[in-house]
């Protein structure tokens, strides 16, 4: 990459990084990404031998909890192997990054495969095998000079969850399939606007249950019974009462806090969202040594991992730099600097 070329991708990034610093996160304990880490020292990842002083990388990141760790976790990374990095973390909206990526104004981000597959790539239904879902993915992108490096344990899929002490008063119930037993009036959903669109959302999960939007009938669900809110107020939400049954990410920390209870998908629906590091085919090419060092982390990122580190920011409102750098120490990673 030459400087020239570095310079581009620093201008036009710069625009999408604005209007994500613009964006207000209410309600979900968070305080707008910055460029900020701590500094840290190489540990297991060690300062790539040869490297040229001026190698520069771009990382990427959406602007939710767990993408705002795991892009401060690819920034810590790439800076302990001793490049130059530019961080445009916290960028609105799958697509932003999406955008970033396939026109390589960015050059490294942590993706999931079913996001990829589904939204990105437009097919219709996920693939239910873990490993077969990341190989065609990473077969698929290459055609987009993007690499898939192997992905991590983490399956951060979408589910529904409902306060613990509804459970019995909706019948006991544990299984997404028992919601079309319930009466019209019990059948009460909060969701946010992206999974309220998404092509394996909410719509075509309620399909896959026999409930319909609207209409009527037996499978009838009011279009009065569903609440459109920011991801982070669905928690707050399911756990007050505004509805039955909230719309969560399995790893997301609030379930374990706020005492939801997340309900088995028990047909099927929701297809594997494994998080694996991606990077431009070129910059990987030109520093081969990058696989390693994300090879290293993905192991690690396990739901029970992402699950603490969500936490750590949502409840505990701590900066995402800051728990994706301690928890790197604590690993071995990097070292304080």
Not at 29 to 40: D, E, I, W
Not at 47 to 73: C, M, R, S, W, Y
Not at 243 to 262: A, H, P, W, Y
Request: aromatic share 8%; glycine share 10%; proline share 5%.
């Amino acid at each position: 990459m030459t400087k020239k070329t570095n310079t581009r991708r620093r201008g036009i990034a710069a625009v999408v990084v604005a209007g994500a610093a613009a964006l207000a996160l209410t309600g979900c304990g968070l305080q707008p990404a910055t460029s900020f880490v701590p500094a840290a020292a190489p540990g297991t990842i060690k300062k790539i031998d040869g490297l040229p002083a001026d190698a520069h990388i771009t990382v990427t990141a959406k602007n939710f909890t767990e993408q705002l760790v795991l892009g401060k976790i690819g920034v810590l990374a790439a800076k302990a192997a001793g490049f130059q990095v530019t961080d445009e973390t916290n960028v609105p909206g799958s697509v932003a990054v999406r955008q970033l990526m396939t026109s390589h104004d960015a050059d490294m981000t942590y993706e999931y495969t079913g996001t990829a597959w589904l939204t990105y790539m437009g097919h219709k239904e996920g693939i239910p095998d873990k490993q077969e879902q990341y190989e065609a993915v990473k077969k698929e992108d290459a055609g987009n000079g993007l690499t898939w490096l192997p992905p991590a344990p983490m399956n951060n899929t979408y589910a529904f969850a409902v306060r613990k002490e509804a459970v019995e008063e909706l019948g006991g119930i544990t299984k997404l399939s028992q919601i079309a037993d319930l009466p019209a009036d019990q059948r009460t959903f909060c969701v946010e606007s992206e999974f309220n669109s998404r092509s394996d959302g909410f719509k075509p999960m309620l399909e896959k249950y026999g409930l319909q939007l609207g209409g009527s009938g037996d499978s009838a669900i009011p279009k009065g019974n569903v609440e459109i809110l920011d991801t982070g107020t669905v928690y707050t939400a399911t756990d007050r009462g505004t509805c039955n049954f909230g719309e969560v990410f399995t790893t997301d920390g609030r379930i374990k806090s706020l005492g939801l209870q997340v309900l088995e998908d028990d047909k099927g629906f929701f297809p594997a969202y494994n998080v694996a590091p991606v990077l431009s085919t070129a910059v990987l090419e030109e520093y081969p040594q990058l696989e390693d060092v994300y090879d290293q982390i993905s192991p690690k990122l396990t739901d029970a991992v992402l699950q603490e580190l969500n936490r750590q920011v949502d409840v505990e409102g701590r900066e995402p730099a800051d728990v994706a750098f301690d928890w790197m120490v604590k690993e071995g990673f990097i070292s304080k600097s």
